[in-house]
């Protein structure tokens, strides 16, 4: 069974910052891209960021790009989302997912595996 578990979300003042864990386990990931989502209140789910399984090619949109890093600990089945700067604009239920198409822009509908998501809510 597929499983991607999320982890590190929370309550952080605006300037600070979280990282979040996504434990991915039930199959090879190798082929796939592992991406971050996150939805706000009454907003459609949105593409945070995300990276290659098998090698170092990462992408962001362009609200977090310079204060998020994306990364994957390949002995771990782990992917990070290290968010930093962090602003009230980014509160929201972060998702993790992996996708074998739409590489590097995922889209919801091209996202073969969702975990749970994690609250992230950013005080001003």
């Known amino acids: 069974q597929v499983q991607l578990v999320e982890s590190g979300g929370g309550l952080v003042q605006a300037g600070g910052s979280l990282r979040l864990s996504c434990a991915a386990s039930?199959?090879?990931?190798?082929?796939?891209?592992m991406g971050w989502f996150r939805q706000a209140p009454g907003k459609e789910r949105e593409f945070v960021a995300s990276?290659?399984?098998?090698?170092?090619?990462?992408y962001y949109t362009d609200s977090v790009k310079g204060r998020f890093t994306i990364s994957r600990d390949n002995a771990e089945n782990t992917v990070y989302l290290q968010m930093n700067s962090l602003k009230p604009e980014d509160t929201a239920v972060y998702y993790c997912?992996?996708?074998?198409?739409?590489?590097?822009?995922?889209?919801?509908?091209?996202?073969?595996?969702w975990g749970q998501g994690t609250q992230v809510t950013v005080s001003s």
């Open positions: 997912t992996a996708a074998k198409n739409g590489w590097p822009r995922l889209a919801p509908h091209e996202s073969d595996y």
């Open positions: 039930g199959r090879t990931f190798s082929n796939y891209a």
């Open positions: 990276i290659r399984w098998g090698g170092a090619s990462t």
